[in-house]
């Protein structure tokens, strides 16, 4: 079992920065990859980002303002959101797999809670 532990959403104006973290624990020597996804309300579930090795993969949509990056010495993967903007406004999730990175949801086996990012116009 792997259990993830996302923190550092909060409420942000338009144009700021946040990081998000996701801390790893159990049997993260099995994990491959990690990602991150977002919902918003009466949306389904969408990839943001992911990280496999040293390979990164990211929606368009967040190209170029958001960057994923990981620590394996403190089991964590990171999600540095730049330029934010309203429409960023969703719970974000970290999720881990095994085998390389995916972009749906169903491709991945373990999840965290979630941690609410909000975007003010």
């Known amino acids: 079992q792997v259990q993830l532990v996302e923190s550092g959403g909060g409420l942000v104006q338009a144009g700021s920065s946040l990081r998000l973290s996701c801390a790893a624990s159990?049997?993260?020597?099995?994990?491959?990859?990690m990602g991150w996804f977002r919902q918003a309300p009466g949306k389904e579930r969408e990839f943001v980002a992911a990280?496999?090795?040293?390979?990164?993969y990211y929606a368009d949509s967040v190209k170029g303002r958001f960057t994923i990056s990981r620590d394996d010495a403190k089991n964590t993967v990171y999600l540095r959101m730049n330029s934010l903007k309203p429409e960023d406004t969703a719970v974000y999730y970290c999720?881990?797999?095994?085998?390389?990175?995916?972009?749906?949801?169903?491709?991945?086996?373990?999840w965290g809670q979630g941690t609410q990012v909000t975007v003010s116009s």
């Open positions: 999720a881990a797999k095994y085998g390389s990175a995916g972009y749906r949801p169903n491709e991945y086996d373990y």
């Open positions: 990280i496999s090795g040293a390979n990164t």
């Open positions: 159990g049997r993260t020597f099995s994990i491959h990859a």
